[in-house]
């Protein structure tokens, strides 16, 4: 039984942990520029996609990684240059249709520039799992989630320790006095949509070898980074980790528990249960109000 319930929660920490990068992403976007990014989980396809494009090209795997980041990025960035950028003024609905309008398109454009098939890269450390316990842990699992506590760390340095990091938080704080102090807030909502893509990519290159990728697998995967973002309060990064992994073992509990079929609907009961008994999130400002 324990065996069972550790094998239950190795999974779940695994596909929470690509959960958590999701959620970060949704939280540096909206923490930047109050826009609800709906093709994040594009971002998470994309760097999966095109990773097993250039490993299949001949690409060494290392190689491939890096330029399939960058790729991502640069598509992150052109999605708020040419998309959100034009529509700086409009309300909120219209930035999140144009969101969910740039997610469709580029789901059409993957199956364009590559295929509608499903591929996978090897797995970076081989495959002979380890046990733990009676439970069985893969190599690329520990990959998944040390990849992943690297990123935060990493974020963690940048915005606490580099100035263009501080800018980026004083503008999510008060654009307005950001802008007056003279942080080129331009480049700092540029510079979000690139970090989210940056970890929307990393996201899907390591799940890549568990999970298999394809055009679609973003809709899914995205959907369930809002709901980690939403459940840890929207903007908030710590708030989007926890979620992510709560999301995560939560599905995998419901999966193993109950059954396959209620897996992917986890992540939408969660966000109805949030929106009705903590709109705020678990780690989101309460009684307060931007105006």
Do not use: C
């Amino acid at each position: 039984m324990f065996a069972a319930f550790l094998q239950y929660l190795f999974a779940g920490l695994t596909s929470g942990a690509i959960y958590a990068l999701a959620g970060l992403g949704f939280a540096i976007i909206f923490n930047a520029s109050h826009v609800i990014n709906f093709a994040q989980g594009e971002f998470i396809m994309i760097g999966g996609m095109a990773t097993t494009a250039l490993v299949a090209a001949g690409t060494p795997l290392p190689l491939a990684i890096v330029l399939a980041i960058l790729i991502t990025m640069a598509v992150g960035m052109a999605l708020e240059k040419f998309a959100v950028e034009p529509a700086r003024g409009a309300d909120v609905t219209a930035i999140i249709i144009i969101t969910i309008g740039a997610s469709i398109f580029l789901r059409g454009a993957a199956q364009v520039v590559w295929d509608k098939e499903f591929h996978s890269l090897p797995a970076f450390s081989g495959e002979t799992p380890l046990d733990v316990a009676g439970a069985t842990l893969t190599p690329q699992s520990l990959w998944v989630v040390g990849v992943s506590v690297a990123m935060i760390v990493l974020l963690w340095w940048f915005f606490n320790r580099t100035l263009f990091g501080k800018a980026m938080l004083a503008t999510s704080y008060n654009r307005l006095a950001a802008q007056l102090a003279g942080v080129a807030v331009k480049k700092v909502l540029l510079a979000s949509f690139a970090l989210s893509a940056m970890l929307g990519a990393v996201g899907g290159i390591v799940m890549t070898p568990i999970t298999f990728t394809n055009y679609e697998v973003g809709i899914m995967l995205g959907l369930k980074g809002f709901s980690a973002a939403v459940l840890g309060g929207l903007g908030n990064g710590m708030g989007a980790i926890v979620g992510g992994l709560i999301v995560g073992i939560a599905e995998a509990l419901a999966a193993g528990y109950l059954s396959s079929a209620y897996k992917d609907a986890i992540a939408f009961v969660i966000i109805l249960l949030v929106l009705f008994f903590m709109p705020n999130g678990l780690f989101g400002k309460r009684g307060s109000e931007r105006v």
